[in-house]
């Protein structure tokens, strides 16, 4: 099938971030095939949603899709009474098979209508959200979150990495799933599953993603601990690799965003998440100048509260200009990179996705200019950034095959979506009782 796809300005994002004016894309069999101004096809089926913008879509590096269901359920807390208290003892009680199949779809039809097409997701029964995932054509990166408590699906240790084992065998030849070895964290990961995790990764080639120095306490618990803080300590034993994906990172001295730029380590930045849970200012002005790759990420539902990567965006630009009183130190295009091509890099897919370049996968996404918060239009990286919402994106393609048209999500049911959601809060409510 060939999709032609006309905008006013395409945002490539190649290498020198090349915009192209009244511009078209041509898509076929999932592939781009040309990418310029004065493109026709005759016979293509075309998308025009002009006044647009077109590019790549967003790369969400860090989330936990199917906490969507306890979206607003605990706010305004610490992250560890937060977590131990609310989010653990209710993913204990509540999350099941039923509970991934009830929310996943709710998670995949927020990102598709906001503009993600790739994102990474660590939580649990993997199975269930990398076929739902699949069925509804996005791009996934999966893991089973394996720590050292037992969990909604492993009573052990041991059983998570069967699990995780098992899921990468599965899926490791799938073209939209990626099998991640997923461990929640050095706090909660003991240094023998850490290796153990890490061998796993590396014996099937997979990527490892794990949360790092999201916190001050975790810094403290860990020198405490190791007698250093977590990325020497991770350094130290051994794992850390061009694979791994480090979530947060936000309590990052010179040494140890260095430590990253050598072993070659992605930086999902949970922007929102972190001035949530009050978890502090990721270094991302340093890492970037320093040669680190970054993406951006939401996070879970319960710490951010949503899926949308133009919001998160929005306050990445903004959170670092405040933080360093300095409006300068991170500028619109430099966001954009993040949340699209750089998420690429983090992910280790930025040969295929990421930009709008001939031989990419069609990984597209419109952006309408017709609102009137769009007008009028100077520089359209600072309308993304400063102007833009999720619901502005129109349509989006992952390897060609259209989710979403003018706002008509094509491969999930919204109305089943929204039926499930009152399911969701029905069954949450009634297991805290
Ligand atoms: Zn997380």
Redesign the pocket.
């Known amino acids: 099938m060939k999709i032609l796809i006309k905008a006013d300005y395409i945002l490539t994002m190649d290498e020198n971030d090349t915009i192209i004016e009244d511009g078209a894309v041509l898509v076929e069999d999932g592939i781009i095939k040309a990418v310029g101004k004065g493109i026709q096809e005759d016979g293509a089926y075309v998308i025009d949603d002009r006044p647009a913008i077109l590019m790549p879509g967003f790369i969400n590096t ?1 989330t ?1 899709i199917a906490m969507v269901g306890f979206r607003g359920l605990a706010d305004d807390r610490e992250l560890m009474d937060w977590l131990q208290n609310y989010i653990w003892p209710a993913e204990n009680r509540v999350v099941d098979e039923e509970f991934i199949e009830l929310s996943v779809p709710l998670a995949l039809a927020e990102m598709i209508s906001s503009g993600t097409t790739t994102f990474n997701d ?1 939580y649990f029964f993997p199975e269930i959200t990398a076929r739902i995932t699949r069925e509804a054509g996005m791009r996934g990166f999966i893991s089973e979150g394996v720590i050292d408590f037992p969990t909604p699906s492993a009573k052990s240790p041991d059983e998570g990495l069967a699990i995780a084992e098992s899921f990468i065998k599965n899926w490791k030849e799938d073209e939209l799933i990626y099998p991640v070895m997923g461990l929640h964290a050095p706090y909660s990961c003991s240094r023998d599953l850490i290796l153990r995790g890490y061998e796993m990764a590396r014996r099937y080639g997979v990527p490892l993603h794990m ?1 790092v120095s999201e916190t001050r306490a975790e810094v403290q618990q860990i020198k405490k601990q190791y007698g250093t803080t977590p990325v020497r300590y991770l350094d130290s034993i051994g794992v850390l690799f061009d694979g791994f994906i480090a ?1 947060h990172s936000v309590w990052l001295d010179g040494e140890e965003i260095d430590i990253f730029r050598e072993r070659g380590v992605g930086v999902a930045h ?1 922007t929102q ?1 972190n001035m949530k849970l009050a978890s502090g200012v990721a270094p991302v002005p340093d890492m970037l100048k320093r040669g680190v790759k970054v993406g951006l990420a939401p ?2 539902a319960a710490s951010n509260n949503d899926l949308d990567m133009v919001d998160e965006m929005r306050s990445a630009a903004l959170v670092h200009k405040v933080h360093r009183l300095d409006p300068t130190v991170m500028n619109a295009r430099e966001v954009v990179r993040m949340a699209t091509i750089g998420g690429a890099m983090v992910l280790g897919i930025d040969g295929i996705v990421g930009s709008v370049e001939v031989g990419k996968r069609a990984d597209l996404i419109t952006v309408s200019l017709s609102g009137f918060h769009m007008m009028p239009i100077y520089d359209p990286y600072s309308h993304l950034v400063y102007a833009a919402k999720g619901s502005d994106v129109q349509s989006v393609l992952v390897n060609g095959r259209i989710l979403m048209e003018k706002r008509e999500l094509k491969t999930l049911d919204p109305e089943k979506i929204a039926h499930n959601a009152r399911i969701l809060k029905e069954r949450i409510l009634s297991a805290l009782k």
């Open positions: 860090h936990h660590m949360h979530a949970n998440s996070d879970g």
